[in-house]
């Protein structure tokens, strides 16, 4: 009896072309979020484009969820799956949540530290949309995985220096001008790109471990 329900199981979901949706859109919504705050293009459009492209992740994450309780055989365990792809889904929840900070508070002028930090979270998607193919056969791509997600940590390392920096300027710029309020929306957007580059983070240890458990 238990054999025949087996039979009717999904032996395997498609999670590696998920995995890649979802490295896609959070792409595209780290490249809206840079020429955001580069001031290239229109504004409101690349506002728009990254709640449509954390819209499209959402649907993947509950694709991905649902193909977990319906999949009988899955390529790597349930868990890491689940907390695999809930760290990617956090670093474009964090990026929709500097686009909304953006939005909120009106800014149209970034500084050079948040402009920096924008490429960083630009360059750590790369990397991270790099991986998720290699995911696929694990067992050979190992070493290439362990280089690659050293990068993205370092990044983040990068990216909390640029946040003191820029936390440090304007700090001092709103000081000179007597405009705390200022001074007080700059650190909720520093704030924001901060905990994306966390976010990135989290997927390169989520996929170290992966790697871990598959050497």
């Known amino acids: 009896m238990f054999a025949w329900f087996q039979r009717l199981l999904p032996k395997s979901g498609d999670f590696f072309s998920m995995f890649e949706r979802h490295g896609a859109a959070s792409l ?3 490249e809206a979020l840079g020429q955001l705050l580069r001031g290239e293009g229109d504004r409101l459009a690349h506002i728009q484009a990254i709640h449509d492209r954390e819209h499209d992740a959402d649907e993947v994450i509950r694709e991905v969820l649902g193909a977990v309780r319906r999949t009988f055989l899955t390529p790597f365990d349930r868990g890491a799956i689940i907390a695999l ?3 990617m889904d956090d670093t474009i929840d964090e990026i929709e949540a500097a686009a909304t900070a953006i939005e909120i508070y009106g800014v149209t002028t970034f500084d050079d530290e948040m402009k920096a930090m924008g490429e960083a979270a630009e360059r750590a998607i790369r990397l991270v949309v790099e991986c998720l193919p ?3 056969t694990l067992d050979r791509k190992g070493h290439r995985l362990h280089v690659l997600t050293g990068q993205i940590v370092a990044i983040e390392g990068d990216v909390d220096r640029m946040h003191e920096r820029g936390l440090r300027a304007s700090y001092e ?3 000179e001008r007597s405009d705390p309020l200022a001074f007080l ?3 909720e957007i520093f704030k924001h790109l901060e905990k994306i580059a966390d976010a990135f983070e989290d997927v390169a240890n989520q996929i170290d471990g ?3 458990d598959h050497a």
């Open 173 to 175: 710029a709103q000081r």
């Open 185 to 187: 929306v700059d650190r």
């Open 210 to 212: 992966l790697v871990i």
């Open 85 to 87: 792809i809930g760290a």
């Open 28 to 30: 595209a919504a780290a």
């Open 134 to 136: 290699l995911l696929r």
